[in-house]
């Protein structure tokens, strides 16, 4: 396969500033989304990780299946997955009774575990060499346990003596030291990657509690319908406004 070829079957967008903005805006999103279906619905958390656990498997095999990168699609797949995300982890944390840090060990543990087997199957767990299905397949499992992980994260942290702000304080700011980190030292960029993709979730649903959950609790108490709905136009927005180009492609020799 050409270099040419690789970089046409890359269906994931390169990592750009913008690709990060889009990305907490779609974890918050996914918070206030999540609730929205489980909570202010009264469906409850096993029926909104079956919706939307649903609507993800039908993205994923739609995002496989594509001949190419489209960005409202790949967009419309990373939501699902984040929106499932949370109502999965809030179902592991509550309805199970494992609670925040059986939850947020089990789900980091998944997500060790499919980065782990990822790589020994196929030689790198970078972006970069996503242009074969088993390892979209991989990469979708992995960014779902990570969606997931990211929100018993986030609750976890902000249901503690910071509050929801605090959380989002201390979240953005790991962020903001990976960030840092990639420009003046050589730390291997997929690890950096990975460890930003993460943190990005919890930001997200520290910023979603906040916007959504009552003003005694220390959060705006707005709509949750409303939130998600101004947050959706913005998502829509920045993803026809912001140039996005499929990532380059490379033959998976190394993790990175």
């Given at each position: 396969m050409t270099r040419e070829q690789q970089e046409m079957l890359t269906k994931v967008p390169a990592v750009t500033l913008g690709f990060w903005i889009i990305k907490i805006l779609a974890t918050t999103f996914g918070e206030t989304a999540g609730d929205t279906v489980s909570m202010s619905l009264n469906l409850g958390y096993l029926i909104g990780t079956?919706?939307?656990?649903?609507?993800?498997?039908?993205?994923?095999?739609?995002?496989?299946?594509?001949?190419?990168?489209?960005?409202?699609?790949?967009?419309?797949?990373?939501?699902?997955?984040?929106?499932?995300?949370?109502?999965?982890?809030?179902?592991?944390?509550?309805?199970?009774?494992?609670?925040?840090?059986?939850?947020?060990?089990?789900?980091?543990?998944?997500?060790?575990?499919?980065?782990?087997?990822?790589?020994?199957?196929?030689?790198?767990?970078?972006?970069?060499?996503?242009?074969?299905?088993?390892?979209?397949?991989?990469?979708?499992?992995?960014?779902?346990?990570?969606?997931?992980?990211?929100?018993?994260?986030?609750?976890?942290?902000?249901?503690?003596?910071?509050?929801?702000?605090?959380?989002?304080?201390?979240?953005?700011?790991?962020?903001?030291?990976?960030?840092?980190a990639y420009f003046t030292t050589r730390i291997d960029r997929v690890a950096l990657f990975w460890l930003a993709f993460v943190l990005t979730r919890p930001l997200g649903a520290a910023v979603g509690d906040f916007l959504d959950k009552p003003i005694a609790n220390g959060g705006l108490e707005l709509s949750r319908a409303a939130a998600s709905a101004v947050l959706a136009g913005a998502i829509i927005l920045l993803i026809w406004l912001v140039p996005q180009r499929a990532e380059r492609g490379h033959a998976p020799t190394s993790m990175n």
């Open positions: 079956a919706i939307f656990a649903t609507a993800l498997v039908v993205l994923v095999v739609a995002q496989i299946r594509a001949p190419r990168f489209h960005p409202a699609l790949y967009w419309a797949t990373i939501i699902a997955s984040t929106t499932a995300g949370t109502t999965m982890a809030d179902f592991a944390t509550r309805s199970i009774g494992i609670g925040y840090p059986g939850g947020s060990a089990l789900l980091l543990a998944c997500l060790l575990a499919s980065l782990f087997l990822w790589y020994r199957m196929l030689g790198s767990i970078s972006i970069q060499s996503l242009h074969r299905a088993d390892a979209e397949i991989y990469y979708w499992i992995t960014i779902t346990f990570s969606q997931t992980l990211g929100t018993a994260l986030g609750d976890w942290v902000a249901d503690g003596p910071l509050g929801y702000s605090g959380a989002a304080l201390i979240f953005g700011g790991a962020i903001a030291l990976l960030g840092i």
